[in-house]
């Protein structure tokens, strides 16, 4: 196996490099899927102690904090989005003892850690589902959300799972009552109605940031309350035999079921729960209604920041990207956590068109969006410009394997992180790795791209910097110096950023804020814009005065 090469921290920066009660507002995040990253015990399944050990890795790119999906206890029908013990880790992924080396490790490099926590539902083993089917009359019973059938003995009322047909299970008690689920029948909905959850929670959130979490991601925090009269939604089109569940679900308007007012107000009872530990609250927010996502988090009383999936979800439309930045730039008072991918889609170079022309707009768009407010996510991997995985064996994803051969999959944005160019790329010692995908060639891997300057990893690790080197590209006053359809000119400060997202160059020369500036970041090709006066298509750069 080839060794991965010493990497350097970065020199002259302070750790932790963001102070304040307010630091999330300017810091870059990253995403970790745990199964994928590193196997710290040769299982085939990435863990905790495999982070620990490359914690070296994530402070030298940058990085600020880091998110991780969830590694509590598990019987793993959605790989860990389905929760037995929520304080906990899970054998798979290690120990609460693994948990505190890396926290202990994290802290002394400056790295903060996020963990992911799941509130919309938990795993149908989790002994408070198993008590409120043991016991419909018994404490448990109402953590949950139950309905009798329907007049014809169906689900009570036509709300769909995201991951394919109806959102109700029947009782396996025999109750003969439905209980919810918004994803898997293993993944029984709680009832956010139910003060008891609340006060369960607070207790969850208090026991991770007393062992040393900053704050938390939280799981379809847009999902929480459910109409209590559990009316139909509306109904957009029509749902045909064979669609992808993922458009099933779109074909509804999920008005009754997801994103009510309620849910905004409940998360001032989970940010007054963990107000004393200063720990930070920022939702997995899936919605295109900006008003809406701004309740969430604009007066700065609920969720400090919410995920604005939209960005990702739109495709490669330069001046529909650029209106979504400033719409939410203008709406949400500095609580977005940006982020172009995640472990739910395609990668970002592949959606964005793939090969050089993907990584170049991934990389472009991603260094527009540091320099809008809030937090900036990576997503493992898009350091490295991985495409999508080629899968080699099982389809492992649930969504996919439930609803029949050939269907797109999560899978593709799950492959493990390519380390050096030995056995499985350097993830695991082990024969074979949880996930079967086919090996990436060297130019792809951390060893090498770490050892050659140039690379997009030092690419990515520059923007991380950036954000730490010139604070006013993040908290300096957002003025638009120009916006064509589709490249924009913003001055933050002493900062200039110019985003061109479309193929065709863009003269700026005669902008008073480029003369004598000098270039300090840009996302293509080094050169002087001073000099020129041009930014060459799909390409993002940054100056100061
Ligand atoms: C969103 C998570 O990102 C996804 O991976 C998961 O399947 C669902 N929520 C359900 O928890
Ligand atoms: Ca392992």
Known sequence: ???????????????????????????????????????????????????????????????????????????????????????????????LGDWDRLAAGARELGVRLFVDIVPNHTSSHHEWFRSAVADPTGPYRDYYVWADPAPDGGPPNNWLSHFGGPAWSIDPGGSGQYYCHLFLPEQPDLNWANPKVMEEFAAILNFWCERGAHGFRIDVAHGLTKDPALRDNPQLRPVVHGMHPMDAFASFEHIHDLHRAETAVLFKQWRDAVRHHDAVLVGEMDTRNVQRFSEYVADQTALHAAFVLQIGLTPWEPGSI????????????????????????????????????????????????????????????????????????AVEDPMSARNGEGMWTRDVSRGPIPWTDGHLNGFSTAPSAWISTAPLPTELTVAHQVATPGTTWHRYRDLALLRKRYPDLWRAPFEVLDRGTSHIVVRRGAVTVIGNLGTSPVDVGGLAAIAGARTVFTSGADFDLASSGVVAGETTVVLTA
């Open 1 to 95: 196996m080839t060794a991965l090469p010493p990497i350097p921290a970065p020199a002259g920066l302070p750790a932790p490099r963001l102070e304040g009660t307010d630091w999330w507002r300017g810091a870059v995040g990253y995403e970790i899927y745990v199964r994928s990253f590193a196997d710290g015990n040769g299982d085939g399944i990435g863990d905790l102690a495999g982070i620990a050990d490359h914690l070296p890795y994530l402070a030298a790119l940058g990085v600020d904090v880091v998110w991780i999906t969830p590694f509590m206890p598990s019987p793993g029908f959605d790989h860990g989005y389905d929760v037995s013990d929520y304080c906990d880790v899970d054998p798979k992924h290690g120990t």
């Open 322 to 393: 650029i209106d979504v930045l400033l719409e939410y730039q203008r709406t949400a008072n500095g609580g977005c956590a940006w982020e172009v991918s995640n472990h739910d889609q395609s990668r970002a170079t592949s959606r964005y068109g793939g090969g050089e022309q993907g990584l170049r707009r991934a990389l472009a768009l991603t260094s527009l969006m540091a320099a809008f407010d809030g937090m900036l996510f990576f997503y493992e991997g898009e350091e490295l410009g991985l495409p999508d995985a080629v899968l080699t064996g």
